[in-house]
């Protein structure tokens, strides 16, 4: 079987993947930050302060400090599994 790797093509796709990375880690800080400052349960001084926003200020608490990191170093693990790849690969090349 042949396989073809372009080095300059997937090298590009990781940096790609970490510029995503970079704006979405930047997205969700600027969207945390209204979040807490804004939405509360019933009784806060938060400028929303309602069941709905009390409940939602839970789960993002819970989502923000979770789902969000791993997802993220997910995504950056890729970029690195895959400039790993194209190394190995172009290593191999160069060995035959």
């Known amino acids: 079987m042949n396989l ?7 090298l590009d796709d990781a ?6 990375v970079g704006r979405m880690k930047a997205a969700m800080e600027e969207l945390n930050t209204i979040i807490l400052n804004n939405m509360g349960p019933v009784g ?13 200020l839970s789960e993002w608490t819970n989502y923000y400090s979770t789902d969000i990191p791993a997802t993220m170093d997910a995504m950056q693990l890729s970029a690195s599994n895959l400039r790993q790849a194209v190394d190995a690969a172009v290593r191999y090349s160069q060995s035959n």
């Open 15 to 20: 940096q790609e993947i970490d510029n995503i």
């Open 44 to 56: 806060s001084e938060k400028p929303i302060s309602t069941d709905w926003a009390g409940n939602l």
């Open 4 to 10: 073809e790797i372009r080095p300059g093509a997937a």
